[in-house]
């Protein structure tokens, strides 16, 4: 069974610009949940999805946004980048949410 | 609000030693514990995941116990080797999706 896959892995972009990453969960999984990592803040919870509808949003700015479309794919959006948005974004899969999670391998982002 | 914590921030053994790793909540309604090793730069690998109604999980060398009344959650690794050397995070989940993690103990083996 082929696990979570995240792209791009790794993406450079400017402050102000935005980004757009993608992640597919496990074949059956309808849960996908972000998460964003840093030195400072460790990992940080971002939203889920459930069945294309976003079920819960932790607390970061409206910046950060996110979809699920019928397939379960969901992709996750940055809009205005600073630099503080330089960090390890994870998604996670999950059959309903509360279940056991699996992690993609992460997208690696950096803002200059 | 749940809150994680995870003891020691740090620990360094020799190999073939047994560990133990701490985790502990505050908030007790939780629908499962899940602990994970993360090595530098890469995702989380499952490790074990424990739910609200169990009170221990084993894998191999890997023991994880949970105690949600105290709200304690514990790691035991037996004879650990320097490939065991990584970062463990555990997760508390208490709602749909939603887990709120550690900051995690890095372990380190020595051969």
């Known amino acids: 069974k082929a696990g979570v896959t995240q792209t791009p892995r790794y993406l450079i972009k400017t402050r102000g610009q935005q980004v757009t990453l993608s992640c597919s969960p496990i074949s059956g999984h309808r849960s996908v949940s972000w998460y964003q990592q840093t030195p400072g803040q460790g990992l940080q919870f971002l939203f889920e999805?459930?069945?294309?509808?976003?079920?819960n949003k932790g607390n970061f700015p409206g910046r950060f946004s996110g979809r699920q479309f019928s397939n379960s794919r969901s992709e996750m959006n940055v809009s205005t980048l600073e630099l503080g948005d330089s960090a390890l974004y994870l998604c996670a899969s999950s059959f309903g949410g509360a279940g056991e999670q699996f992690f993609g391998p992460g997208t690696r982002l950096t803002v200059l | 609000k749940q809150e994680v914590t995870q003891i020691p921030a740090a620990l360094s053994v020799p190999e073939g030693e047994n560990l133990v790793l701490n985790c502990s909540f505050t908030?007790?309604?939780?629908?499962?514990l899940q602990w994970f090793r993360q090595d530098p730069g890469k995702g989380l690998t499952s490790l074990l995941l424990i739910q609200s109604s169990q009170r221990e999980q084993t894998s191999g060398r890997l023991n994880a116990s949970l105690d949600k009344s105290s709200g304690r959650s514990t790691l035991y690794i037996a004879a650990s080797q320097p490939g065991d050397s990584a970062t463990y995070l555990c997760a508390a989940n208490t709602n749909a999706g939603k887990s709120t993690f550690g900051d995690g103990t890095t372990l380190t083996v020595k051969p």
């Open positions: 908030d007790s309604a939780i629908y499962n």
């Open positions: 999805y459930f069945s294309e509808t976003q079920r």
